[in-house]
């Protein structure tokens, strides 16, 4: 049995982290020594792993809550679990076109910079004119 710092460390997450995913749902509540203190077995460490795995993926919390309920059913075809893994790469394929599109705009800041006074900064220049936008700001880290 480990404490939830034990399981911190062997995870790599934070105790804040554990105690949320438990009040979400994502942890069930740990067993409890006679004086309250939180303790969990092979079966949460299990979990708390896949957990991280997925957000180290990108996986939103909901679709993560998806993939758990999918994993405590082996019964059950593995079609959906698929389905949310096409969701998830679809997405990162759109952020990587969005973040290329922001390097392309950024090499091209850079390299119209000729190094003179602020007065005549190419990139001051194109930052001040919202025009020139490509991206929502909002939606860089989407």
């Given amino acids: 049995m480990l404490t939830i710092g034990a399981l911190a460390r062997k995870t790599g997450s934070k105790v804040q982290t554990i105690r949320y995913y438990e009040q979400i749902g994502l942890?069930?509540?740990?067993g409890r020594t006679e004086g309250g203190q939180r303790r969990y077995g092979d079966a949460e460490l299990?979990?708390?792993?896949?957990?991280r795995h997925a957000r180290q993926l990108g996986f939103r919390l909901e679709a993560i809550r998806e993939l758990l309920n999918l994993s405590d059913q082996p019964d059950k075809p593995c079609q959906e679990a698929d389905s949310i893994a096409r969701r998830q790469l679809k997405q990162v394929e759109q952020r990587l076109a969005r973040l290329e599109a922001l390097r392309t705009e950024l090499e091209r800041m850079v390299h119209e910079c000729s190094g003179g006074r602020t007065a005549d900064c190419r990139v001051l220049e194109v930052l001040r004119d919202h025009s020139e936008c490509l991206t929502?700001?909002?939606e860089i880290g989407a």
């Avoid at 299990?46 to 957990?51: A, G, M, P, Y």
């Fill in 27 to 30: 942890m069930p509540e740990p």
């Fill in 136 to 138: 929502d700001h909002n």
């Fill in 46 to 51: 299990d979990r708390l792993s896949f957990i």
